[in-house]
């Protein structure tokens, strides 16, 4: 048990580091939006929404609360305009 806890925090470690290394190389790694991966964000919260409504007789209040989280998630990917635009750090117009 001892060395999976091990392997897990080193995988954690080296996948946080990825990430500190693309926040770094392009600021617009985590803010562009693709239509790809807004439909395969669809699709894999779509199979949560499946795979937790076949456990729902065995683990009913956590297969309700996962539902709606994922028919949340379903609702946030698809209602986002492309106009839409985040812009990190944005100073406010000087009047």
Known sequence: ????????????GILDIM???AEI?????????????RVLGVGIAGL?????????????VWSIVMIAISGFIIWALCTM??????????SPTSR
């Open 1 to 12: 048990m001892t060395v999976f806890a091990a392997i897990m925090l080193m995988i954690g």
């Open 19 to 21: 990430r500190g290394i």
């Open 25 to 37: 190389a392009d600021d617009d790694v985590f803010v562009a939006a693709s239509t790809w991966a």
């Open 48 to 60: 949560v929404i499946l795979s937790n409504f076949l456990s729902l007789p065995y683990y009913p």
């Open 81 to 90: 305009r492309r106009d839409d635009t985040f812009v990190p750090f944005e």
